[in-house]
């Protein structure tokens, strides 16, 4: 332990020194700037720019290759739009970060970090998020709610955001798009990047020691370019503002004693002056390798009795998880892409994709007393005593693993022209995606996990079915126009075809295998046979799904002034709930069809007013969308989809001012409101749904030599409306909110030879639970954040 504090403390002391040194050396540091190459300056240099949420019209460069048909045209979309630099992400990523807490800092309306693996419950506007990776969808039907971990922050360029859907993009974007962009080959000649980091809790407790190396190689040439990024990170565990190590996410799983390593390859030529071909490969994988569990209490109670034995949130050493939770990810993204197609001056683009994603979570205990309760009751056992004993023993202990894996094509055209002496540009094009998924669970021997208090998880050979294995076709066409009305006035519109088909294999219901399990086992079987119980589980035959819509946007912007803009955007979404997670918690005999599985349409308004005078840029928008049903998680966390009305309002603002060419400070502010119609009342939705009021500040002062340290904070308004709420509706799940805030100091030295970035994170070593951890699934996941955390990193161009 001595030997880990005394390197935390010399990182900590070159931390410092390193700060000093870049004020008391501008001359060096200026003149070793001013030798860099422009391709040098782009990927290692500080950067004075402030990260802020207040942005211009996005310009995508030639050479940047994003594999998104139509990325340049998102900026342009009468929308709340914002895209995140490079340099923004590499100042927010020193450490430990996700890419999960840096976009919930610099998105105002994006949900707060959850601060586990999952980014399950991140909305945008109350909505769903399709997240993208180079263009190709991360969010499918199926979600493991692992979106955004997917890449290593280190190999992003950029992250482009579109609030609401448009006609371009289709089933999926209820709520907007975020486009995760990676690094691709900029200019000529050779590119050589190293990184290394390291991260610590606030005491340098050996087990919080985290480290990070990358490496970049790449080349430019005349025709043909390529690069390749390669991050390893070694995570340690977390520590809370007491010094007590995190207990582990048994829910959604945590990022906590975990490996990763994330590759990031692309290569491209120029077939002639327009045409050109890319492929873009990625592939991440993490897997965790813990020595600690949670701590059930005594005889495993607050798992088989949870109202009576709340859980101490303790982390227990001596854990032994055969198999490890992790995430396995890969894509492959082709491009054609034809600025002159057949000499016409209309833009082709051409785009293949595949994508693979594998999950394991952590074992965990599921109990059934109510549906074994229903079937011993039918059978004539009435006595409260008696049945308490048997329900005791309705309890598995399962890990459940899953395979999606997608394809898909998108073909799209742009066309410029004039209508009645208007400029025009025509977007039109289709696309395909086909999804397979299927979800197992893998029985872990109970005698086993019982004799270690829940600590040893081991195989036993059974298995479990999450739902049906299923297909999902989506198939789509699209038309937009975006005419210039004027100099000042822009508008744009569009309509979309959206087809969706899905295809659910013959399977056994979980609760019906575990009910032939319970029933048949030795220790009941004997009572079982007396009440001429035999159980046998029933199945739910294959079925197929298909539903269809036409989905319009419109929208348009005026510049009323040199320095304001007012816009307003409609636009609709339309998509099915997960289909397989919907169907797992259903019994035998249930029929799966168009009837019974319905889609949801989403309306979307949204108008603002956006400007900047002199050193001060504002943005206001408000929003408003609704629905006609309702997706929700009841108190037993099954799903349902529910037949009623629902809507969604809002209003977000952002600010940054310059007071100085050193001093800058800003912020941002997000408010969501909502409710759904039960038997007439408007009830409020949960925080699971909206994001509660949250806000961002920064102030932030950039040195002469382009270093710069920056002081930030993020809160969380506390709301307990749909609570009390939930008194109305039983089936609601609504817990309350407490609010909370965090602030962290983040810096960038630049040095005669390369780039040192440092970050405190929760300065304050605020105690808190994010609201993921207020707010989903039982007491076993009230854990607390992180305290105070460090992370110091050092990147070199050569």
Known sequence: MKSHHQIALSVLTLCISQQLYAQNNVNETDALLDAQTSAEMASSTVSNETPNVTLDTINVTAKARTGTALAQKISEMPAVTQVITENEIQMQATGDRTTGDILAQLIPSLGASS??????????????????????????SRSLSRELNSIDPAQLERVEVLSGATSIYGAGAAGGLINLVTKSLVGYGPIRQTRVGVSS????ESDSLGYHVGQTLGYGGERVYGRLDVDYDNKGGKFDSKGNRISPDVNQTDQQDTESLSLNGSLGVELTDSQRLDLAVTYYKDEQNTDYGPDYGDN???????KDAPPSLKAIDGANVENEPYTEKSSVNLSYNDDDFVGSGSSLSLTGYYRDEKGRFYPSGK????????????NGLTDKSTLEELLGGAVVVTQSEADIEVMGLRAAMQTETEIAGKKTLFSYGADFERENSEQTYYGQDLNTFLASNGLTAQTNGLTYNGGPDTTIDKWGAFVNA???ITDKWHTSAGVRYQK???????????YEQLLEEYFNSPAISGTSAAYGIDYQAGDVEKGSTDHDKTLFNLGTSYQITPNDQVFANFSQGFTTADIQRALRDVRAGFVVNSDNVQPITT???EFGWQGKHGDTAARLSGFYNESDKVV??????????????ERVYGVEGSLSHDISDKWQVGGSVAYTCGQYDKDGDWLELDAVRLTPLKGTAFAQYNFDEGSNIRLQALAIGGDDKAFKDQQKDPDSSALPVTGYMTLDVLGQVNMPVGRVDYGVYNLLNKDYLTVYHQTTFGDLNRLPASGTTYGLSYTVDY
């Open 632 to 645: 929700r998680f009841t108190d037993s966390y099954t799903v349902e989809v529910v037949d009623t009305d």
């Open 482 to 484: 975006d005419v210039d």
């Open 500 to 510: 969706l088909k899905s295809e659910t294999d013959t399977f056994t219901p979980i």
């Open 603 to 605: 309306n979307n308004y």
């Open 115 to 140: 601060g586990s693996t999952s980014n399950y419950g991140t909305t945008m506007h109350g909505r769903p998020v399709q997240f993208l990776l180079n263009g190709v969808p991360l969010s499918s």
């Open 367 to 378: 109990d059934f007393p109510k549906q074994a309760g229903k079937v011993w009751i039918a």
């Open 201 to 204: 809790s606030r005491n340098f």
């Open 300 to 306: 495993l109670q607050v798992l088989l009795k949870p």
